[in-house]
């Protein structure tokens, strides 16, 4: 299980995203394979980061009765200022939330050139292809 900081309301937290985070996105509809996951962040970003850090700063802070102390409205906040701070932050929140549920693996996906739309689908595919047995990796709870 991977983990980090971010500021959260002027203050530095931890977040962590383990099984606890997966079971609540999917909840949520998200599905638990790397295509769905992908296809979620790929349709809506900003609200699927949301929701990722959210459930992430709950997963290192109380669980479930953080999920009533704090608001997914919050982390658009959260994301701006990671945004202004430092623009590729964002980046590895993604990454740190993929590589936690899927593996280090999953970040070739991101690695390869792009030459147009059709390559998101084909990587989907290929993704599909080679993940549609694979569970989520052990997050040792």
């Known amino acids: 299980m991977n983990e980090s900081t971010i500021k959260f309301k002027g203050d530095e937290v931890k977040i962590r995203f383990g099984s606890w985070v997966m079971m609540n996105l999917e909840k949520k509809g998200w599905g638990i394979d790397l295509p769905s996951i992908l296809n979620r962040i790929s349709s809506n970003v900003y609200e699927s980061l949301a929701e990722i850090i959210y459930f992430g700063i709950c997963e290192t802070s109380g669980r479930s009765a953080k999920l009533s102390e704090i608001s997914i409205d919050e982390m658009y906040d959260v994301i701006d200022d990671m945004s ?20 280090e ?19 989907l595919k290929e993704s599909k292809k080679n993940t549609s047995s694979k569970k989520l990796k052990s997050t040792g709870k």
């Open 105 to 123: 693996d999953v970040l070739k996906i991101f690695d390869k050139p792009k030459s147009g739309d059709d390559d998101v689908d084909n990587d």
């Open 84 to 103: 202004k701070e430092d623009p590729g932050s964002i980046v590895k929140i993604r990454n740190l939330f993929l590589v936690s549920a899927f593996g």
